[in-house]
């Protein structure tokens, strides 16, 4: 077992920034990627970004691609997303996940998920 838990999230202004966090305990050599997904009200889950944990390579959603940063440090089991120029779009509620493949977009194949946290952009 992959235990994930989200921090980070918060209420800001249109253009402002947040960092969050993904720190990851348990079997944390069972997975090779962790990515960022997020839940809008009334949207379906989508995929925000990943990065590799071993080589680190990185994928983003065209969305955010400028605009956040995902990072990892690896001697703390911890996945970063900075997020920049936020939206009020942007608004939604962030998961980290893991999963045993390599970089994905797609949701099934992330085993692990965090609880989420929150993310509140005013316009």
């Known amino acids: 077992q992959v235990q994930l838990v989200e921090s980070g999230g918060g209420l800001v202004q249109a253009g402002g920034s947040l960092r969050l966090s993904c720190a990851a305990s348990?079997?944390?050599?069972?997975?090779?990627?962790v990515g960022w997904f997020r839940q809008g009200p009334g949207k379906e889950r989508e995929f925000v970004a990943v990065?590799?944990?071993?080589?680190?390579?990185?994928y983003y959603a065209d969305f955010v691609k400028g605009r956040f940063t995902i990072s990892r440090d690896n001697a703390e089991n911890t996945v970063f997303l900075q997020m920049a120029s936020l939206k009020p779009e942007d608004t939604a509620v962030y998961y980290c996940?893991?999963?045993?493949?390599?970089?994905?977009?797609?949701?099934?194949?992330?085993?692990?998920w965090g609880q989420g946290t929150q993310v509140t952009v005013s316009s």
């Open positions: 996940a893991a999963s045993p493949l390599a970089t994905s977009t797609i949701y099934s194949h992330y085993l692990y």
């Open positions: 348990g079997r944390t050599f069972s997975y090779n990627a």
């Open positions: 990065i590799s944990w071993r080589g680190g390579n990185t």
